[in-house]
């Protein structure tokens, strides 16, 4: 089974709104990730865990705040976000990220459509 | 960082046509993948192919890795072929998948 999923696959919130994004993977992988992608754009790395810690943050503003409670949980905390936020949120995993080398594959969940007003 | 090149960026097809599609990329690299992203926005999976040459299908790809190009073949396409195609590749001891801007692909019935 090489399928992430996440949750919800729409979300619309207002600026002053709390929301959590959330991605699931059970293949065992130990590296997980947060893209942000605009429309006719390739994705942008945002965040990256690697055995649960934090590896990588690509500069993200602190509106996001990412989280991973296990091997197999991630979530994106949203706090005050802007309209300019509003993207699709795709959440990857791969077998063991940059601790082997990063010569493996990344399979991405089908992400959440993020609309701030 | 690496720059990835994508060409076409834009490519109509009659369904039943060929198409090749085309990534440069500036350095060596340990990763290189081949993504369809779906008119939902899902991005799957076509190759993992850092070297070499496989077939999928009516899908095919090669990569030549000592002159920094990979190239996808789309045989006999079908109206569900559409969407964007994206190269990604790691720079060797990178860290970080880095995107082309994508091939959007149109196929016609």
């Known amino acids: 089974d090489t399928e992430v999923t996440q949750t919800p696959k729409h979300l619309v919130m207002g600026m002053t709104n709390k929301k959590s994004l959330k991605c699931e993977q059970h293949m065992g992988h130990r590296a997980m990730y947060w893209y942000k992608q605009k429309a006719k754009k390739p994705p942008e790395l945002m965040f990256v865990y690697s055995y649960e810690k934090l590896s990588i943050n690509e500069s993200v503003p602190s509106r996001f705040s990412p989280e991973c409670p296990n091997s197999s949980l991630l979530n994106l905390h949203l706090h005050a976000l802007q309209p300019e936020d509003s993207a699709l949120y795709l959440c990857?995993?791969?077998?063991?990220?940059?601790?082997?080398?990063?010569?493996?594959?990344?399979?991405f969940g089908p992400g959440t459509r993020l609309l701030v007003l | 960082g690496i720059q990835v090149e994508q060409s076409p960026p834009d490519l109509i097809l009659q369904e039943g046509a060929n198409s090749t599609l085309r990534c440069n990329f500036s350095?060596?690299?340990?990763?290189l993948q081949w993504f369809h992203q779906n008119p939902w926005g899902q991005l799957i999976n076509l190759f993992y192919?850092?070297?070499g040459t496989k077939q999928n299908g009516r899908l095919s790809a090669t990569t030549v890795a000592t002159e920094r190009y990979s190239l996808l073949y789309i045989s006999s396409s079908q109206t569900t072929d559409s969407g964007v195609y994206f190269c990604?590749?790691?720079?060797?001891?990178?860290?970080?998948?880095?995107f082309g801007e994508g091939t959007q692909l149109t196929v016609n019935p």
């Open positions: 990604a590749v790691l720079k060797t001891s990178g860290s970080r998948l880095t």
């Open positions: 990857a995993s791969s077998q063991f990220g940059w601790r082997g080398g990063g010569s493996e594959t990344q399979y």
């Open positions: 192919i850092p070297s």
């Open positions: 350095d060596s690299v340990n990763n």
